[in-house]
Structure formats: structure tokens, C-alpha cells
């Protein structure tokens, strides 16, 4: 039931004006399972990235990847969090373990696949992203 739920909160995630009701929701699945589950983790670490709470997001990511060493999304989240908050070093090994899952990751590749609504923030992950040192 967990992993349904989280993969329905990605869409509140979506809509700002549901972002706290997601986050709400997440850390209730976290609480009711009794064992860690890496997409409630992944997924909160993705709610306090797209509501600009670095920090936080880095906290939950890094037990995502604990969890799951090969989440290549848990990894990508992290080195983009790791480049938001000028972390170049920590940003590049995160990178690095990217193109070990995913070897055809690169900038150009988010730019086709960006899946938000709007593409406000892109030049921002972007920016982060060659912090990282992705391929063009």
C-alpha cells in the first residue's frame, strides 16, 4: 500500500498548493512502515527539492541511496542537490555514480526529458548539473 501511495503523492508534488498535504502524507507512510522504504525517502528528499529546502532534501536522498545504491533517481536528486548547494566535490562523485547506472545521462538528456510542468527552475538544475560535471 506504501509504494502506491508514494507514487500518488508524486503528482501532488505538481500542484504548490498541495506540496505540504504530500509532504504530510510521505513522512505518514515513513511512520506507518516498519520497514524503510526508499521511495518514501526519495520522494520526500524530492518534495523539500522542489520546495527549495536543500538541506532537508539531502538528509532524506542520502538514506534513499543508502537504502538503494542503484536508485538512479535517488542518485540524480542528489548530485542535483549536492550542485544547488555548491558542493562541487560531493556533486561529482554523485555524478560519477550516475553515469555508472544511466552512462547516457547528460544535459542535454534532462533538457529533452524535463518533466515539470514549467521550466522555471531548468537553468537552475541545469547550472547544478555542470557543477556536477554532466556531459553536455
Same mark, same amino acid.
Given at each position: ?59 532524506? &536522498? @542520502? +538514506? ?6 542503484? /536508485?538512479? *533517481?535517488?542518485?540524480?536528486?542528489? #548530485? ?29 538528456? &534532462? @533538457? +529533452? ?6 521550466? /522555471?527552475? *531548468?537553468?537552475?538544475?541545469?547550472? #547544478? ?8
Amino acid at each position: 500500500v506504501a509504494l502506491v501511495q508514494c507514487s500518488c503523492y508524486l503528482k501532488y508534488l505538481e500542484n504548490s498548493l498541495l506540496m505540504d498535504e504530500a509532504s504530510t502524507h510521505i513522512k505518514q507512510g515513513i511512520r506507518l512502515n516498519p520497514l524503510p522504504v526508499v521511495h518514501h525517502f526519495k520522494y520526500l528528499g524530492r518534495f523539500y527539492y522542489a520546495s527549495g529546502q536543500y538541506e532537508k532534501a539531502l538528509i532524506e &536522498l @542520502k +538514506k534513499a541511496v543508502k537504502l538503494s545504491p542503484d /536508485n538512479g *533517481l535517488a542518485n540524480l536528486l542528489l #548530485a542535483i542537490v549536492y550542485g544547488l548547494l555548491d558542493r562541487k566535490e560531493d556533486a561529482q562523485a554523485s555524478a560519477r555514480k550516475i553515469l555508472e547506472i544511466w552512462p547516457y545521462w547528460s544535459i542535454s538528456f &534532462l @533538457k +529533452k526529458s524535463w518533466g515539470y510542468r514549467t521550466k /522555471n527552475n *531548468l537553468p537552475k538544475v541545469v547550472d #547544478a548539473m555542470r557543477k556536477a560535471g554532466f556531459p553536455e
